[in-house]
């Protein structure tokens, strides 16, 4: 697999179906990211990634942009999905924004020495999922600044 990637592409891996939708929505009303994905658990993210299973067809696209990926989810959880794909260099160039309810400094810690570039909790409603994506946006601006 190539290790180029989509500048348009953003997925997003969340078990919650209304964070999904909220981050989903948020994203599209701020206009970036022109092609949003989302999955439901880590194992499906890895397939996404990987071009596994139902995602085979997938296989000479570019790697998403940027992950905003959930730290707990079922099957295979976020941390899981970040050493898989510290392990793989193609992967490791993926930005990783963990999008998660932890808080705790141990979490924070493990995730950007698994590689995430970023950390965000969770917010609470509406107002909250908006300010994210305002820091989401920033981060993605200097993202894209760099190459």
């Known amino acids: 697999m190539e290790a180029q990637s ?7 891996a ?10 989903r929505r948020a994203l599209s009303a701020e206009s970036f990211g022109k092609n949003i994905v989302t999955v439901r658990d880590g194992e499906e993210a ?4 990987l071009r596994r299973d139902k995602y085979s067809n997938l296989a000479d696209l570019p ?7 959930d730290l707990n989810m079922p099957r295979i959880d976020g941390m899981q999905v970040l050493q898989a794909m510290s392990e793989n260099n193609a992967l490791r160039m993926v930005p990783v924004v963990i999008f998660s309810t932890s808080d705790q400094c141990a979490d924070v810690q493990e995730s950007y020495g698994h590689g995430a570039w970023y950390y965000i909790v ?5 107002a909250g999922f908006e300010k ?6 920033h981060f993605w601006e200097r993202l894209h600044a760099t190459k």
């Open 132 to 137: 994210m994506v305002g820091v989401l946006r």
């Open 14 to 23: 969340d078990d919650d179906p209304g964070d999904r939708m909220l981050i």
């Open 46 to 49: 890895l397939d996404y990634l």
């Open 6 to 12: 989509n500048p348009d592409l953003i997925l997003i």
């Open 122 to 126: 969770k917010p609470a409603g509406i």
């Open 63 to 69: 790697l998403p942009n940027l992950l905003i990926l």
